[in-house]
């Protein structure tokens, strides 16, 4: 995803012919053109989906979940969030 929102430059050639072959077969046009609230949605997932992935992992890892359980319900309602313009989108 983070190549809707992230110039196409910065991502290595098999990334952006990945991306390329997706849109092509799967007809996706968010990722095709995608429109400002989707590339919003994406920066979202970049700043704060991804760094908490880590220290999600990290602290599953640790077997620490209770000093998580609130963060990865609020990190889940934070996607499942997202989904709503997309499926709007679509739909």
Aim: proline share 8%.
């Amino acid at each position: 995803d983070a190549q809707a929102a992230i110039d196409h430059r910065y991502f290595p050639e098999p990334a952006q012919a990945l991306l390329d072959w997706h849109i092509r077969v799967n007809g996706d046009f968010l990722m095709g053109a995608p429109p400002l609230w989707f590339r919003s949605v994406v920066w979202g997932e970049i700043c704060l989906q991804l760094p908490f992935f880590f220290v999600a992992v990290k602290a599953l890892y640790d077997r620490d979940e209770a000093a998580f359980r609130i963060p990865f319900v609020i990190y889940g309602a934070h996607t499942a969030t997202t989904m709503i313009p997309i499926l709007g989108e679509i739909g």
